[in-house]
């Protein structure tokens, strides 16, 4: 059974930082794509960052590219993102997410994958 916890969200002001976790629990036999979706007040969720759970092929929205950063503790199956020079277009519902099925681009699969119950990021100007 896929488990994916979240926590670290709060609120900060522009040009903040802010570092999310996410335990992350995905029994696959095989390697799988894990990630952050966020959902912002009236959009729809988008790909923020992601990568394989062997470590490579780390990939990021343009938005954020720069400024986030996505890792793992494989030791404590762990995943971070790691925000910073937050901007207030950063406020959202930050969503750890993988998925098994590596078809598609990295959006497309974290969209469609699991997803945990996600953690608020509010940023102020």
């Known amino acids: 059974q896929v488990q994916l916890v979240e926590s670290g969200g709060g609120s900060v002001q522009a040009g903040g930082s802010l570092r999310l976790s996410c335990v992350v629990s995905a029994p696959f036999n095989r390697p799988y794509f894990m990630g952050w979706i966020r959902q912002a007040p009236g959009k729809q969720r988008e790909g923020v960052a992601g990568m394989f759970s062997s470590g490579d092929l780390k990939s990021y929205d343009d938005s954020v590219k720069g400024r986030f950063t996505v890792s793992q503790d494989k030791a404590e199956n762990i995943m971070y993102l790691e925000m910073n020079n937050l901007k207030p277009e950063d406020t959202a519902t930050y969503y750890c997410?993988?998925?098994?099925?590596?078809?598609?681009?990295?959006?497309?699969?974290?969209?469609?994958?699991?997803w945990g119950q996600g953690t608020q990021v509010t940023v102020s100007s």
């Open positions: 997410a993988t998925e098994r099925d590596q078809s598609g681009n990295w959006k497309e699969r974290l969209l469609r994958g699991y």
